[in-house]
């Protein structure tokens, strides 16, 4: 008759088994959505993408630290394949990251997220507040809600659960560059309400997420696949210029950063990109190693992706 511990180890396996499936399949989405992407971008995508990096760059400095880190980590990873240069230059290139950890697709999740979260703030504000006056300008969402801990708690989480992606990029479940999305929300709950009106607007102005690759609306809400705009696999953009502008930025070289195609790479294991496997990843690698069937039907290559997308959900034991 086995033991405790032995029935208790045995569940465990059994609870990783079945989070290992589920993940898979979530994984396979982030893939086929991040390639369906990159295939419907043309040219024109590309300039509005631009845009809307530059738009990123501009609400920096606005009272929302987080913020401003996670647009850092955006702009950099992008300039490891840009070297600051044009997106057009550098097409060839970032279309050779496949998979969920392409620099171009996590940006313009990330921004879809804050699109779809931001315009949602004035009506979570007229909801729990009411009408925003001049002379509350200086003062935060948190100071206007006053001694009332329990609203604030209900703003908060009525701000985290705006700030999602939708559309396409809602095949994402994390959101790019942000550590911790619950942090993300407090910032915002403490900054000025006049430093907030002003990202809001910043974020609504300007092309927005949904209208690059908008073939991908089709996808989205499940019409079938869409039309590619002629930027096969290493081709560039119409009119944009060849694979000689694409090369690697500062302290780069050409063959870092990419994955042989129909490969899915394992998420933030770029040299310098991301924190190393957490112990909880080591170990679910080291009982499924143990354990083979706990992985049964799963591609290898997606193994380190589904174990690191268990671990952001914290998920793992």
Known sequence: MATLKQQYDARKLQRLQERVSKADQQVLTETRAARLILEAMDEEDLNKATQIIDKLRGMKGKGVGTLDTAIDKAVSELN?????????????????????DNPLVKVMTFANALETGLKQI????????????????????????????????????????????KGIFGAFKKVPYVDNMQVLAQDIMTAPLKDINTVVKQ???GPQTDQVAPDMKDV????GGAETKGTAQGVPAKGAEPSVGAQPGKGTTGAQGTTPAGETPPRGTDKGNGPPPTNKVEKAASAIKNNPDIA??????RLKAILDYLDDQDLLA
């Open 220 to 223: 989205a809400a499940g019409k």
């Open 80 to 100: 490891k394949y840009t070297g600051g240069g044009p997106l057009t230059k550098a097409w060839a290139k970032l279309k050779s990251k496949v998979g969920i």
């Open 296 to 301: 049964k039907g799963v591609d290898p290559l």
């Open 122 to 165: 004035p009506q979570i504000l007229k909801n729990n507040i009411g009408e925003i006056k001049p002379d509350m300008a200086d003062k935060s969402i948190a100071d206007a809600l006053g001694e009332d801990e329990e609203k604030k708690k209900i703003v908060t989480q009525n701000i985290l659960k705006a700030l999602s992606p």
């Open 203 to 205: 974020s609504a102005g």
